[in-house]
């Protein structure tokens, strides 16, 4: 009988061990794998333009201005950066943010899922929803019934009506037609 009870606590000892001599004896993690080079994409350095449909990935390595116009109904997978101004057209839809050196227009009902980040002025016309922060160093100008997360700026915050800041507004002088802000 004394056997037994000394059997069951090198039972369970046993039973914890297993578990752990077997990860020793054929490991499960191998170390990093090898990415294949057929995974691996070099970034477009133009932009492409398909029926209305504008594809872009990078901006040209150039040195010179480029000035980005973005027609009516487009949709946009990236992240686009500018070195000029940006037009977006009415109803486009960015899934990305956007970056530019000069002025940039957001047309009506536009919706961009990122931040936008200018040095130069930004005009986000009527009823466009900004999912991140619209930053910029010179003054900003938002339309009626326009969402936005946060607003930064050095200078002047135009505001339309009904306009919704979820976050804050940064900035040295707000113009407001809403008697609430």
């Given at each position: 009988?004394?056997?037994?009870?000394?059997f069951?606590?090198?039972?369970?000892?046993?039973?914890?061990?297993?578990?752990?001599?077997?990860?020793?004896?054929?490991?499960?993690?191998?170390?990093?794998?090898?990415?294949?080079?057929?995974?691996?994409f070099?970034?477009?350095?133009?932009?492409?333009?398909?029926g209305?449909?504008?594809?872009?990935?990078?901006?040209?390595?150039?040195?010179?201005e480029?000035?980005?116009?973005?027609?009516?109904?487009?949709?946009?997978?990236?992240?686009?950066?500018?070195?000029?101004?940006?037009?977006?057209?009415?109803?486009?839809?960015?899934?990305?943010?956007?970056?530019?050196?000069?002025?940039?227009?957001?047309?009506?009902?536009?919706?961009?899922?990122?931040?936008?980040?200018?040095?130069?002025?930004?005009?986000?016309?009527?009823?466009c929803?900004?999912?991140g922060?619209?930053?910029?160093?010179?003054?900003?100008?938002?339309?009626?019934?326009?969402i936005?997360?946060?607003?930064?700026?050095?200078?002047?915050?135009?505001?339309?009506?009904?306009?919704?800041i979820?976050?804050?507004?940064?900035?040295?002088?707000?113009v407001?037609r809403?008697?609430e802000?």
């Open positions: 009988m004394n056997d037994f009870w000394l069951i606590p090198i039972t369970l000892l046993v039973i914890l061990l297993v578990p752990t001599i077997l990860e020793l004896i054929r490991r499960k993690d191998r170390g990093p794998r090898e990415i294949p080079d057929i995974t691996t070099e970034a477009k350095t133009e932009l492409d333009s398909v209305g449909l504008v594809i872009a990935n990078a901006l040209p390595v150039d040195k010179r480029t000035n980005v116009v973005i027609s009516d109904g487009a949709i946009l997978y990236l992240n686009l950066v500018v070195d000029g101004d940006l037009k977006i057209g009415k109803k486009c839809h960015v899934y990305g943010s956007l970056k530019t050196s000069g002025r940039t227009e957001i047309g009506a009902s536009s919706i961009v899922d990122g931040s936008i980040l200018s040095r130069g002025e930004v005009m986000v016309k009527r009823s929803r900004i999912g922060a619209i930053i910029s160093t010179q003054n900003i100008t938002l339309g009626d019934n326009v936005a997360e946060a607003v930064t700026t050095e200078k002047t915050v135009k505001l339309g009506t009904h306009v919704k979820n976050k804050r507004i940064w900035c040295t002088t707000i407001s809403n008697r802000a």
